[in-house]
Nanobody, 124 residues
Framework: QVQLVESGGGSVQAGGSLRLSCAIS????????MGWFRQAPGKEREGVAY????????SYPDSVKGRFTISEDNASNTLNLQMNSLKPEDTGMYYC?????????????????WGRGTQVTVSS
């Protein structure tokens, strides 16, 4: 069983930064794909950052590459998303998600565990 609780959302002007955190409760004997996803009103949910945890690689879609950074803090069991140079189109509900990883790309697997989300609003 995996439990995820997001925090750190808020409102910011375009060009600003926010840092999201996800407190994780999980069995440390396994490897996981961990991801950050977002959903704007009227739009489909999309992944914005992925990491293999613990200690694996990261990947990002082109829409956020160079602006967003996903990281894990094993000491505090936290998944972070640093978001810089924010744009109005980054607005949405941001979710932390997890899935057991046994190989393959974290951007294509099905995620089984989800947090409740945290709202990010970027104004122009």
């Amino acid at each position: 069983q995996v439990q995820l609780v997001e925090s750190g959302g808020g409102s910011v002007q375009a060009g600003g930064s926010l840092r999201l955190s996800c407190a994780i409760s999980r069995n440390m004997a396994f490897h996981y794909c961990m991801g950050w996803f977002r959903q704007a009103p009227g739009k489909e949910r999309e992944g914005v950052a992925y990491i293999i945890a613990p200690g694996g690689g990261t990947s990002y879609p082109d829409s956020v590459k160079g602006r967003f950074t996903i990281s894990e803090d094993n000491a505090s069991n936290t998944l972070n998303l640093q978001m810089n140079s924010l744009k109005p189109e980054d607005t949405g509900m941001y979710y932390c998600a997890a899935a057991f990883w046994i190989g393959g790309s974290c951007s294509t697997i099905r995620y089984n565990y989800w947090g409740r989300g945290t709202q990010v609003t970027v104004s122009s």
